[in-house]
Nanobody, 119 residues
């Protein structure tokens, strides 16, 4: 059974930092592209950051220079370090595991963790 379990969300003041973690089980983690997505109330889910199995990263323009995605294949974990947080970063953050080139394609989601940026 595949599980992605996020942790590390919470309430933080503008300008503060949080580190999200996602622990994966039930998959061969090192083969997957891992991503963080977020969904704010009334908005569509959007990509925040991704890291490929080879370690290449990409970020949404809105978080470039503030957020850093990383992975630890030995721990089957992916992280999102979020600095200089803004109120518009408030959302539920979801971990995603993607392996599109298998048959069938494999894509899994965590349950989400709430991040609230407010004074």
């Amino acid at each position: 059974q595949v599980q992605l379990v996020e942790s590390g969300g919470g309430l933080v003041q503008p300008g503060g930092s949080l580190r999200l973690s996602c622990a994966a089980s039930g998959i061969i983690f090192r083969f997957y592209t891992m991503g963080w997505y977020r969904q704010a109330p009334g908005k569509q889910r959007e990509l925040v950051a991704v890291i490929t199995s080879g370690g290449s990263t990409d970020y949404a323009d809105s978080v470039k220079g503030r957020f850093t995605i990383s992975r630890d294949n030995a721990k089957n974990a992916v992280y999102l370090q979020m600095n200089s947080l803004k109120p518009e970063d408030t959302a539920v953050y979801y971990c995603n595991a993607d392996r599109p080139h298998t048959i069938p394609p494999r894509n899994y989601w965590g349950q989400g963790t709430q991040v609230t940026v407010s004074s």
